[in-house]
């Protein structure tokens, strides 16, 4: 295999709606406006769809405060590269660590997102195995590989491939949604009485809808791909957050009115569609999209390879990293090293996870999902801050900026009070202090290889 170093990356030849289809296929658009109703109405019931636009509204202020970076610099490190730009060495390495743990995180939850999605068909299909531990880790390993592969024949391919099979299911959710509507006519205005709500249960459902759109900032590694970078970035990452955002928000709105009656079902693990399709007597409907959930999901993991590849490639020619990850192929003009080491972290903590604690892969992927959102926090907030030190350091006003960095920051300090003070269960309890030990510990390691690779340099130069 030839190869070269990161900086060389392939010309810019991606256009804005290629961009945006790798976006929403990332963002899950399909799945989760397929379940966000079943897992929301658990915090804040009639309230769900307020939760959701509240977590809405800080990740558009985030995405305005992260597209001012992407309107300044075209970097294929995304968050790790805007922190190095605003405040230097150290926070590029605190920053580095919660990404890498991230992505893993991110991808592992995606492949067992993919893994709940595969089983229920196939026990739709009448495969009752399919629930069996083995079979799911088996499951896991196919799909992880299938995504990786994809990811490693270059960008233009997992477009095709995520334009192909990202967004079959979309119609057929909506399909569910409006027919169980206009069959049961449920009562909508009861969603806006929310005295049977606490203010705390509105603002837990906010911080849980916010795993929805966590890592969308990624999208910004594909800068240097990217037709005219300066200017499309930021359309991306503003439009895929607000679409998806009220999309889902929208979704929350019309289901809960016709979950009211099918708790049980909820508790017992049925999605909300699979819930609509069997009231209404549209049994196919069900299976159907429970099917075309996997691809769905399938393409997310594709997207998060290229995405958390290409970031773990920079930051492995930062000298983060050994200095093998930021290869990329001359031909395929793919980080395939990065994308190769992220599976194989991802597939093996997936499988190690099942293996441990012989869970449901929901359950899991429930508090992968939690553990993921915990590590994106000290980066977002650190590019807030970031983002008003380079508009004073420039001398300009900025004021939409400034004040979307200053609220997002207000929020990302309550989510982070909250996480110690008020979990959601017992299995959350801990998964906070599990995020500050591993980032840590990270942060360190990093702190050494960064001191190793500069006495290196210098000895070289010496030579």
Same mark, same amino acid.
């Given at each position: 295999?030839?190869?070269?170093?990161?900086?060389?990356?392939?010309?810019?030849?991606?256009?804005?709606?290629?961009?945006?289809?790798?976006?929403?296929?990332?963002? #899950?658009?399909?799945?989760?406006?397929?379940?966000?109703?079943?897992?929301?109405?658990?915090?804040?019931?009639?309230?769900?769809?307020?939760?959701?636009?509240?977590?809405?509204?800080?990740?558009?202020?985030? %995405?305005?405060?992260?597209?001012?970076?992407?309107?300044?610099?075209?970097?294929?490190?995304? +968050?790790?590269?805007?922190?190095?730009?605003?405040?230097?060495?150290?926070?590029?390495?605190?920053?580095?660590? /919660?990404?890498?743990?991230?992505?893993?995180?991110?991808?592992?939850?995606?492949?067992?997102?993919?893994?709940?999605?595969? %089983?229920?068909?196939?026990?739709? #299909?009448?495969?009752?195995?399919?629930?069996?531990? @083995?079979?799911?880790?088996?499951?896991?390993?196919?799909?992880?590989?299938?995504?990786?592969?994809?990811? /490693?024949?270059?960008?233009?391919?997992?477009?095709?491939?995520?334009?192909?099979?990202?967004?079959?299911?979309?119609?057929?959710?909506?399909?569910?949604?409006?027919?169980?509507?206009? !069959?049961?006519?449920?009562?909508?205005?009861?969603?806006?009485?929310?005295?049977?709500?606490?203010?705390?249960?509105?603002?837990? $459902?906010?911080?849980?809808?916010?795993?929805?759109?966590?890592?969308?900032?990624?999208?910004?590694?594909?800068?240097? !791909?990217?037709?005219?970078?300066?200017?499309?970035?930021?359309?991306?990452?503003?439009?895929?957050?607000?679409?998806?955002?009220?999309?889902?928000?929208?979704?929350?709105?019309?289901?809960?009115?016709?979950?009211?009656?099918?708790?049980? =079902?909820?508790?017992?693990?049925? %999605?909300?569609?699979?819930?609509?399709?069997?009231?209404?007597?549209?049994?196919?409907?069900?299976?159907?999209?429970?099917?075309?959930?996997?691809?769905?999901? #399938?393409?997310?993991?594709?997207?998060?390879?290229?995405?958390?590849?290409?970031?773990?490639?920079?930051?492995?020619?930062?000298?983060?990293?050994?200095?093998?990850?930021?290869?990329?192929?001359?031909? +395929?003009?793919? @980080?395939?090293?990065?994308?190769?080491?992220?599976?194989?972290?991802?597939?093996?903590?997936?499988?190690?996870?099942?293996?441990?604690?012989?869970?449901?892969?929901?359950?899991?992927?429930?508090?992968?999902?939690?553990?993921?959102?915990?590590?994106?926090?000290?980066?977002?907030?650190?590019?807030?801050? $970031?983002?008003?030190?380079?508009?004073?350091? =420039?001398?300009?006003?900025?004021?939409?900026?400034?004040?979307?960095?200053? +609220?997002?920051?207000?929020?990302?300090?309550?989510?982070?009070? =909250?996480?110690?003070?008020?979990?959601?269960?017992? $299995?959350?309890?801990?998964?906070?202090?599990?995020?500050?030990?591993?980032?840590?510990?990270?942060?360190?390691?990093?702190?050494?290889?960064?001191?190793?690779?500069?006495?290196?340099?210098?000895?070289?130069?010496?030579?």
């Amino acid at each position: 295999m030839s190869d070269r170093p990161i900086a060389a990356t392939a010309a810019p030849h991606l256009p804005l709606w290629k961009v945006g289809a790798l976006g929403l296929a990332y963002m #899950l658009i399909g799945p989760s406006m397929a379940m966000s109703a079943g897992a929301l109405i658990g915090f804040s019931a009639q309230a769900a769809w307020l939760s959701n636009l509240l977590s809405v509204i800080v990740l558009v202020l985030l %995405s305005i405060v992260i597209s001012a970076y992407a309107r300044r610099y075209v970097v294929t490190g995304s +968050l790790v590269s805007y922190a190095y730009e605003a405040l230097g060495t150290r926070a590029r390495l605190l920053v580095a660590a /919660c990404m890498m743990l991230g992505y893993v995180a991110l991808t592992a939850t995606l492949i067992l997102g993919v893994v709940v999605f595969t %089983s229920s068909a196939l026990l739709d #299909l009448g495969v009752q195995s399919a629930s069996s531990i @083995p079979l799911q880790c088996a499951s896991a390993v196919i799909i992880s590989l299938a995504a990786a592969g994809c990811a /490693c024949l270059g960008i233009d391919v997992s477009v095709r491939v995520v334009m192909i099979v990202g967004f079959l299911c979309v119609p057929f959710v909506i399909l569910a949604m409006g027919a169980s509507y206009l !069959e049961l006519r449920p009562a909508l205005a009861m969603q806006f009485d929310f005295r049977t709500v606490s203010l705390q249960g509105i603002l837990q $459902g906010a911080v849980a809808a916010t795993g929805y759109y966590v890592g969308f900032d990624g999208i910004a590694a594909l800068a240097t !791909e990217t037709k005219d970078p300066k200017h499309n970035v930021p359309r991306v990452l503003i439009g895929i957050v607000s679409i998806v955002g009220l999309a889902i928000t929208a979704s929350c709105f019309l289901q809960y009115p016709l979950l009211l009656d099918h708790a049980d =079902e909820l508790a017992a693990g049925a %999605s909300p569609v699979a819930i609509f399709a069997h009231a209404i007597g549209w049994d196919w409907l069900a299976i159907v999209v429970d099917i075309l959930l996997v691809p769905a999901t #399938l393409a997310a993991t594709v997207t998060v390879y290229n995405i958390g590849g290409r970031i773990i490639a920079t930051t492995a020619a930062d000298g983060l990293l050994p200095r093998a990850l930021s290869r990329v192929h001359s031909r +395929l003009d793919t @980080p395939v090293i990065g994308v190769a080491a992220l599976a194989l972290v991802a597939t093996a903590l997936t499988v190690l996870l099942q293996l441990m604690f012989s869970k449901s892969p929901l359950v899991t992927s429930v508090y992968l999902a939690n553990l993921t959102t915990y590590y994106w926090l000290a980066p977002y907030f650190l590019v807030c801050v $970031g983002i008003l030190r380079i508009l004073r350091r =420039e001398g300009t006003r900025g004021p939409v900026t400034s004040v979307a960095a200053g +609220l997002a920051m207000a929020a990302i300090a309550y989510v982070t009070i =909250e996480m110690f003070r008020s979990p959601v269960d017992a $299995g959350t309890r801990y998964l906070p202090y599990v995020a500050v030990v591993s980032i840590t510990a990270v942060a360190l390691v990093f702190q050494f290889t960064r001191r190793d690779a500069a006495a290196s340099a210098r000895a070289a130069g010496r030579l």
